[in-house]
């Protein structure tokens, strides 16, 4: 296992890391026995970084980490979300309060599933310009001062508000999306973003020595060469909330994955691993939030991680991507 380590964090960190959403029920075929099983093989394969949130199945994916990380949680590197927070019973109402009494209220909330006493990294989830930056950032100044926090970041910020929290506070990372496929999206699950990663985010990572944590780096399953059709997805799994995944968008980028795939075969691994690879090897991104349900698929991002791709390689799946750049956000 690769580790890295920018700057601003003071704990290196591995270069593939454990997104967790996939574990919160939301999608196809999750079992909670199974996620805590994965959980350890990705401690025991090196993998220190859980990537989490409290609206990932309404805070069971907080629940099933914390379960799992029993008695090895020095081993984990904690990085949890805030602002989306949600009432009522099966119909939620999810809202985004930055303001710093829902923060205090909601850290406990985040503590308490993930049976810890601190988070290593909470972040903002979205932005949300209802509550003024310095106030949410003061908040997180104080509560990493108490102890519950050790550091902060933000994820979907663009780069002038990621700026602007520098005014504040001292952030350490940065999320957001980015895949093979997805280099400089405008939208996500039909949310218009304000950031372009390849284009604002990776310079500015960069030259302030923030740690860039990609989600969704196999476009939610789609670069794992085993999505052949919208069929693929279960009636509840939320993955069918993004437009990207449906009709002729999906068809454009089943050709893309189909060009990809003898890359992938030349080098006698998945396109999962190709994938994350690619991600691994580019020196802005320092751990790569790739989702798992299972021990094998543990074992096929940590792999990921120690492969090496030449020049030559990269130059080819550049080409294909170029060719394609119409289509591909």
Known sequence: MRYKQPERMERQVSAVGFGTWNISGQWNNTDDDEAVRAVNAALDAGITLFDT??????????????????GRRDEAFIASKCGLVWSGGSKRKVENNLSPESLMQEIDQ??????????????????????????????????????????Y????????????????????SYQG???????????Y??????????????????????????????????????????????????????????GERLEQHLRVVAELNPLAEELRVSLAELSIAWLVQKEEITSVIAGARTVEQIRTNAAAADLSLDQGLLDRIDRILEEHSGILE
């Open 53 to 70: 949130a409290p609206i990932y199945g309404f805070g069971h994916a907080e629940e099933v980490l914390g379960r799992a990380l029993k």
């Open 110 to 151: 985040v503590l308490t599933r993930l049976q810890t006493d601190r988070v290593d990294l909470w972040q903002i989830h979205w932005p949300n310009d209802d509550y003024p930056l310095s106030d949410t950032i003061g908040a997180l100044e104080e509560i990493r001062t108490a102890g519950k926090i050790l550091s």
């Open 153 to 172: 970041g933000a994820c979907n910020f663009s780069a002038d508000r990621m700026i602007e929290a520098e005014e504040y506070g001292r952030p350490v």
């Open 177 to 187: 999306l980015y895949n093979m496929l997805e280099r400089n999206p405008s939208g």
């Open 189 to 246: 699950h039909g949310i218009e973003l304000e950031y372009r990663s390849e284009k604002e985010i990776f310079p500015l990572v960069k030259s302030k020595g923030l740690a860039f944590l990609p989600y969704s780096p196999l476009m939610q399953g789609l670069l794992s060469g085993k999505i052949r059709s919208a069929d693929y997805f279960a009636r509840k799994d939320v993955r069918n909330a993004n437009e990207k995944l449906k």
